[in-house]
Every structure is written in C-alpha cells, then in structure tokens.
C-alpha cells in the first residue's frame, strides 16, 4: 500500500512541475518592440483639421503643388542639359574633399508654374558641405519648363540626385 502512495505522491508533483516550467517560460514584454528608428518625430495627420499641411502644398503663385503630373517639368536642354549645368556649376566643397566623403545628395524643389524654382530641401545628404552645395546650385539653376495636368501649367514637386565623386 505504501508503494502505491508514493506513485500517488510522485505523479501528483508532475503538473506542478509543468506548470511552474511553463510559468517560468513565458517571456512577457512590458514594451512594445519598435522596429527601424526610434528618435523620429510623428508627422501630423492631413486631415480637414490640419491647416499646416494644407499650407506647406501650396506653392509661392497660391495653387497646388502636384507630385505626380501627366508631363514632368523639363530643365532648359532636357536631363542632358540638367547634367551639363550640374557639370559646370557644382563645386566639390573643400571639407568633403580632406574627408574623402563620396555619395549622392538626393533634393526635393518646387518648379513653380512661370518655371522657378523654389523650397529646395535635402532628402538625404551626405555631410561635408555637399549638401549646401546641393542647395545652392538648385536655388540658382536656370527657369524650368513647367509640368503639365490636364492641358494647363502646374506647380510640381521634383526629387532629383545630385552625386559627388572623387576621381
């Protein structure tokens, strides 16, 4: 009889045992995991609410800013003529020459409907003083044939590459 008390005793400790296993296993996080860049700041919501974005779409003549067009704004001489000022004007800066800093500055500008250009900012950069001087030759660059939608001139936004090479 005692035997049987002590299968008894011994078969009564394995979900016990199972269950503090289990218990122990179980890994709860506390925080949410957040995957890619944590310091970002939240953008604000478009919505009928939010004046802010509704300005910044607004290009300098008061009309939308389009995107996407149906006939993208042309620089004067076509992509080549673009490659050709970019050529004769872009000045590698000193600091990112002693650096040895390479790579491609991506800007995103406005070509406004009389062809300016305006608002160019920097999408990505590369440090070093190229992307002032991203900036500055974009701000300075010659009028632009302006985009089209549904046959009439229209503000367009633009992201272009600017890229810096040693050789």
Do not use: H
Request: aromatic content about 4%.
């Amino acid at each position: 009889m005692k035997i049987n008390e002590l299968k008894i005793n011994r078969v009564a400790w394995i979900p016990a045992i199972c269950l503090i296993i289990l218990s122990v296993s179980c890994d709860i996080a506390t925080e949410p995991e957040i995957e890619g860049p944590t310091q970002v700041e939240a953008k604000q919501s478009i919505g009928p609410s939010n004046i802010l974005a509704r300005v910044n779409n607004v290009a300098k003549d008061g009309n939308e800013i389009f995107d996407v067009t149906e006939v993208q704004p042309i620089p004067p001489g076509g992509m080549a003529g673009w490659n050709d000022y970019l050529k004769a004007n872009v000045t590698y800066p000193a600091e990112a020459k002693s650096m040895g800093i390479e790579g491609t500055v991506i800007v995103v500008f406005v070509v406004n409907s009389d062809g300016s250009v305006s608002n160019p900012e920097i999408i990505r950069g590369i440090g070093g003083g190229a992307d002032e001087e991203a900036l500055r030759v974009v701000q300075n660059s010659p009028n632009w044939e302006p985009a089209m939608q549904k046959d009439r001139i229209v503000n367009c936004r633009m992201r272009l590459p600017i890229r810096f090479k040693l050789s």
